[in-house]
Structure formats: structure tokens, C-alpha cells
Nanobody, 118 residues
Framework: QVQLVESGGGWVQVGGSLRLSCAAS????????MDWHRQAPGKERELVAR???????SYAGFVKGRFTISRDNAKNTLYLQMNSLKPEDTAMYYC????????????WGQGTQVTVSS
């Protein structure tokens, strides 16, 4: 089993920045890919960014150029640097981990709320 704990969410004004963290523990050697997802009220959960075990990354079009996903293997921590935040970025942000390289996550964190206010 893998446990994921997010932190770093909060309230920020339009154009501001936040950095989310996701601390992984447990059987972390089983993890290949790690993601950030988000879910806004009344909407489906969506993939924001993905980091593969080899270091390559992919982003949803709506955050490309503004968000950066990174991973510190020594600290077993995944990050999401979010810049130029917009009101539509308001959502609960979830960290997720996959045993496989692609597909549906096997493990989820509890989420951290991000609110962008104009």
C-alpha cells in the first residue's frame, strides 16, 4: 500500500502562485507514474499533470505553461508549482500514484483545496 498526503493549498488572488506538495509513504518502490488531478464543484475530476518514472512530464492544455510538476525522490515528494492562477483553477487538487506507467491511478490522496479569488 501507498499513502499520499497533500499540502500547500489555500486562497490566492488571480495571478498569484501556490506550490502543492504530496508526500508519499509505504511501498513507494511500487510507484511508477505520479499525477496531479483536480475536481471543481459540479465537475468531473480531471488530470492536470503527469510525471513518468523516467522524468518526462505531460500537462493538460489548460495549465500548460503555467504549472510545473516535479518530484524529489530523496524526499519521496511530488510537487505542483502553479503560477498565473485563474479563478477557473479553483478546485480540490489530488495527488495520485500508478504502479503502471500509464492508466488509472492505484492510489489517491485526500486532496487539498485551492481557491483563486478575483
Amino acid at each position: 500500500q501507498v499513502q499520499l498526503v497533500e499540502s500547500g493549498g489555500g486562497w490566492v488572488q488571480v495571478g498569484g502562485s501556490l506550490r502543492l506538495s504530496c508526500a508519499a509513504s509505504g511501498n513507494i518502490f511500487s510507484i511508477n507514474t505520479m499525477d496531479w488531478h483536480r475536481q471543481a464543484p459540479g465537475k468531473e475530476r480531471e488530470l492536470v499533470a503527469r510525471r513518468y518514472s523516467g522524468g518526462s512530464t505531460s500537462y493538460a492544455g489548460f495549465v500548460k505553461g503555467r504549472f510545473t510538476i516535479s518530484r524529489d525522490n530523496a524526499k519521496n515528494t511530488l510537487y505542483l508549482q502553479m503560477n498565473s492562477l485563474k479563478p477557473e483553477d479553483t478546485a480540490m487538487y489530488y495527488c495520485a500514484a500508478l504502479r503502471a506507467g500509464i492508466g488509472t491511478p492505484d492510489y489517491w490522496g485526500q486532496g487539498t483545496q485551492v481557491t483563486v479569488s478575483s
